[in-house]
Nanobody
Framework: QVQLVESGGGLVQAGASLRLSCAASGRTFSTYIMAWFRQAPGKEREFVAAINWNGGRTDYADSVKGRFTISRDNTKNTEYLQMNSLKPEDTAVYYC???????????????????WGQGTQVTVSS
């Protein structure tokens, strides 16, 4: 079992930056595909970004490309989401997720992820 704990959320103004972190327990973190999803009030949870086991491949939702960067440090069992040029529409609860299957292709399908954190709130004011 893997436990994921997000941190780094907060209230910022439009145009600001935030960095989210997700700390994972367990010895197998380095083998997992890791991802970030978000859920705004009244909306379904949506894919934000994913990263493969060694950080060599990443994938982003079109809405965050060029503004957000996903990364990971396997020595610290931690993944990150650097969010720049934040917009009010980025307001949501952000969740980190882990896919324990050794896939070659990154997936944005929420149902493919096995472990989830509790979420961290990001609020962007205009």
């Amino acid at each position: 079992q893997v436990q994921l704990v997000e941190s780094g959320g907060g209230l910022v103004q439009a145009g600001a930056s935030l960095r989210l972190s997700c700390a994972a327990s367990g010895r197998t973190f380095s083998t997992y595909i890791m991802a970030w999803f978000r859920q705004a009030p009244g909306k379904e949870r949506e894919f934000v970004a994913a990263i493969n086991w060694n950080g060599g491949r990443t994938d982003y939702a079109d809405s965050v490309k060029g503004r957000f960067t996903i990364s990971r440090d396997n020595t610290k069992n931690t993944e990150y989401l650097q969010m720049n040029s934040l917009k009010p529409e980025d307001t949501a609860v952000y969740y980190c997720a882990a896919d324990r299957n050794r896939r070659v292709v990154l997936t944005s399908n929420i149902n493919e992820y096995d472990y989830w954190g509790q979420g961290t709130q990001v609020t962007v004011s205009s």
